[in-house]
T-cell receptor, first 113, second 113 residues
């Protein structure tokens, strides 16, 4: 069974530029999560989807971050414009309905210069 | 609300020695508890989890953890460290399946020969 797929794996951009990350969850998993992991810290939730509905986006900086999960499968997280403080690893995870285990992708490492 | 405290940001052991990584949690509801491992430039891999039932849980690669409600702890142990165990370890908690994991800051395990 394929795991959670993320792309790109690495991204370097100049500040004020836009950037987008893509995630394809494990087949059949209805819940999708985006986490941000700052250097030396544990991951923190940005947004959680159940199917195509964002059910928890309280920690998403909505002035510059946006996300979508069309058709309830893959998802895109966008930052526009990026700031220096956005440099981090962005992790996508998925889980099956009603189950507690979250499976993580390899992450996208973003560096904003 | 939940929180996690991992005591010791860095633990060093010799190959063959006991590994003990400490995790204390706070939760207003019965917790689901997890240990994940992260190797450099990779995502998080589930080591083990506690949901209900037996308080001593066994995971992959010889790791185990014991849920102690009275001490609000979920410490991770391995009887004999191997060089390949060197990685970052994260303890996490959630109060309900399908919701955000709350992570500790992580503990870096170093193993020397």
């Amino acid at each position: 069974e394929a795991g959670v797929v993320q792309s790109p794996r690495y991204k370097i951009i100049e500040k004020k530029q836009p950037v987008a990350f893509w995630c394809n969850p494990i087949s059949g998993h209805n819940t999708l999560y985006w986490y941000r992991q700052n250097l030396g810290q544990g991951p923190e939730l940005l947004i959680r989807y159940e199917n195509e509905e964002a059910v928890d986006d309280s920690q998403l900086p909505k002035d510059r971050f946006s996300a979508e999960r069309l058709k309830g499968v893959d998802s895109t997280l966008k930052i526009q414009p990026a700031e220096l403080g956005d440099s981090a690893v962005y992790l996508c995870a998925s889980s099956s309905r009603g189950l507690e285990t979250q499976y993580f992708g390899p992450g996208t490492r973003l560096l904003v210069l | 609300a939940q929180s996690v405290t991992q005591l010791g940001s860095h633990v060093s052991v010799s190959e063959g020695a006991l590994v003990l990584l400490r995790c204390n949690y706070s939760s207003s509801v019965p917790p689901y508890l997890f240990w994940y491992v992260q190797y450099p430039n990779q995502g998080l891999q589930l080591l083990l989890k506690y949901t209900t039932g037996a308080t001593l849980v066994k995971g992959i690669n010889g790791f185990e953890a014991e849920f102690k409600k009275s001490e609000t702890s979920f410490h991770l142990t391995k009887p004999s460290a191997h060089m390949s165990d060197a990685a970052e370890y994260f303890c996490a908690v959630t109060g309900r399946a399908g919701t955000a994991l709350i992570f500790g800051k992580g503990t870096t395990l170093s193993v020397s020969s």
